[in-house]
Each structure stands twice: as C-alpha cells, then as structure tokens.
C-alpha cells in the first residue's frame, strides 16, 4: 500500500498530524514545478507517518490567479503521483 497524499493550503498547517516527519522537499526541487511563491506561502513536500499509514502532504497550492498556465497549476499533483501516491 503506497503513501497518501494530502493536499494543503499553505494557511492550514496539518504538519503536526506526521509522527516522526521526514523529508521537506521544496515545490522548486521537483522538474517542471516552478519556485514562483505569494509572500507567506511556503510550497513544500513533507512526508511522514500518521498512525501506521505514510503521508505525503502538499503544503501550498499554485492557483490560475497567479497567471500560471494549467500544465503548472496540476502540476503538484501529478508530482504526488509520481511519489507512489494513488489516495
């Protein structure tokens, strides 16, 4: 069973639900995902347990608003699939 993925507004901080957090991997670490950020909106990856399931959570989220084509607006989520995510 591969790890869940949880996708997060950079105002809700779920971070404290991953027990023994493990990798933060910024937006920008990831091809074709780009570090163009609204001040106080951090874009990271954090992974870790929450019970005995693996989390990946996406903190931050690109918006159309932002002028952003819709190929980079999903990107993330398509970056979770590759992770192993398929919940």
Known sequence: MGPVG???GSGIDLSPLLEGAG???AFSS???LSAACLAGHGRRFLSGLCGNREIILQCGRFH???GLP???V???VDVLYELGVRT
């Open 6 to 8: 949880i996708v997060s």
């Open 23 to 25: 990798e933060r991997r």
């Open 30 to 32: 990831f091809p074709g």
């Open 64 to 66: 159309c608003y932002e």
């Open 70 to 72: 819709y190929e980079e």
């Open 74 to 76: 999903v990107r993330p």
